[in-house]
């Protein structure tokens, strides 16, 4: 669960999967359809689909599921497909959740992108939009968005679903998502944004923005592997990217500033921890042990497939007990270091203390303990200090939209739009804010992961090291 105490944000730990609210699903409704800007322009067909309404989630597994894909349209559309298997999969757990899923939409979606022979050279120019706004050039980007238009559809039935579960672990083979295609169809929703700010479509671009948000957050249920966190995570970080600065602008109405915090705090509430991926991650290499004891042949052809060749498998076979409890004693370790608050942690004193662990185990153990993990939960928090900011930046532009200034402490914006103020996940204390005397301008930012206090006068960039100096802000 998360838990926000003195002691600072816990958010590793929880066992339910996603289950939105209608609230949170109905701002995004109301966004998209009750607050339309108008028509798209014929000229460039840019604007985003009207999201379908919600349909109610209470619907218990022993009755029929409402879906958009049959069980048989899905398998016949994936017939052929490497991600059949996946399909398999999540038609399974619909089943068993007696409610549609989203992620079959974005699996969908994935195989429904357009086939862009110039994909490399549009690269370097998305990469420039999503960090510095559309500019002329960026004009060659049109033909390729309205390519995607069917992919966006499939998106958006997607993401207002209200629901969505990662397959679990099945295994050591077990199914995952494209995730190249969920970053490039995420990636694609932001730049179509991007290109709708510059015709004066503020609200549009905030559907799409908050869209991507929501698929980002998607991938990242309970149930998915490292990897799923990991993309749900840089998906999530750049929709924020796209968010922030257009809600600080003060060029959107106080109704549609309302609505993106009700949806923001939905996101926030429904954010599956970190620390699942890792529990996920834990099961893997027992997964080959049982592989090994009952079936060596189907284990050394299952990693064969996997692209690793030449693995001990006589060997493991041979101790596997030993094995085992090796595997679990580092784990163990890792499990205890993954509660010691993020404002709290001392990656470099945590990372001695697991080397000296795997150094006392066998060597094959090794090759499969835990992954550095501390990067992961530090671009987590990273990420998730993202939102909060977003949020705050969205509040602060109501209370600037019904009192003219921005408010001279955070404090003000509590009760009206927070219970409770957020908290800094690197420091546990407030987030850094200031404004003019005249409370025109205002400043906010984070501390940062390497929990020093910069002034914002550094910006933390991830490339630089996942802990690196420098203050979060947009």
């Known amino acids: 669960m998360c838990r926000k105490t003195k002691r600072g944000a816990r958010f590793l730990w929880r066992e339910n999967p996603i289950r939105f609210s209608f609230a949170g699903a109905a701002a995004l409704i109301s966004l998209s359809i009750g607050l339309s800007c108008g028509p798209s322009s014929p000229s460039t067909n840019l604007q985003p689909g009207a999201l379908p309404t919600k349909t109610e989630s209470s619907t218990p597994a022993t009755k029929a599921v409402a879906v958009g894909y049959a ?3 899905l398998l016949t559309m994936f017939a052929n497909d490497r991600q059949l298997p996946l399909v398999k999969a999540l038609i399974e757990v619909r089943k068993q959740d007696g409610r549609d ?74 199914p995952v998502p494209d995730f190249l295609a969920a970053q490039t169809f995420a990636k694609m929703l932001c730049v179509e944004g991007r290109y709708l700010e510059t015709q004066g479509k503020g609200l549009d671009a905030l559907i799409n923005y908050l869209t991507a948000l929501t698929v980002g957050r998607d991938y990242g249920t309970t149930g998915g592997l490292l990897i799923s966190s990991l993309i749900s995570v840089s998906i999530q970080s750049m929709a924020l990217d796209q968010i922030y600065p257009l809600v600080a602008r003060g060029q959107l109405d106080r109704t549609t500033l309302d609505r993106s915090l009700t949806h923001l705090k939905v ?20 997964s080959l042990l049982k592989m090994i004891r009952e079936n060596p042949e189907r284990a050394r052809q299952t990693l064969a497939n996997m692209g690793i060749d030449g693995y001990p498998v006589d060997e493991v076979a041979k101790q596997i007990d030993l094995l085992e409890a090796d595997h679990k004693r580092v784990w163990e370790v890792a499990f205890k270091q993954m509660n010691v608050p993020i404002q709290y942690r001392n990656e470099a004193a945590l990372q001695q203390e697991l080397d000296g662990t795997m150094a006392t185990v066998h060597p094959i153990v090794k090759r499969w303990g835990p992954p550095k993990f501390g990067e992961a939960i530090t671009s987590f928090f990273v990420m998730w200090t993202k939102l909060l900011e977003t949020q705050l930046a969205t509040a602060l532009a109501a209370y600037r939209f019904e009192k003219g200034r921005y408010p001279q402490q955070l404090s003000e914006l509590v009760p009206a739009y927070f219970q409770a103020l957020p908290a800094d996940p690197f420091s546990g204390t407030e987030f850094r804010y200031a404004t003019t005397p005249d ?18 006068t550094i910006r933390y960039d991830s490339k630089n090291g996942t802990i690196s100096p420098g203050d979060i802000f947009f």
Do not use: C
């Open 71 to 73: 069980d048989d349209q």
């Open 101 to 174: 899923n989203a992620l079959i939409y974005y699996t969908v979606a994935a195989k429904s992108m357009p086939k862009i022979e110039t994909w490399g050279q549009h690269s370097q120019l998305i990469k420039q939009v999503l960090d510095q706004g559309w500019t002329p050039q960026a004009a060659a980007l049109i033909p390729v968005v309205q390519a995607f238009q069917p992919t966006f559809q499939e998106i958006r039935k997607g993401a207002m679903l209200d629901y969505a579960r990662n397959i679990g672990f099945r295994g050591f083979d077990t």
């Open 267 to 286: 996101i926030q509430s429904t954010q599956s921890p970190v620390g699942e991926a890792f529990r996920t991650e834990f099961l893997s290499f027992p």
């Open 439 to 456: 409370g025109s301008r205002y400043g906010l930012y984070s501390i940062g992961p390497d929990r020093a206090d910069n002034r914002a």
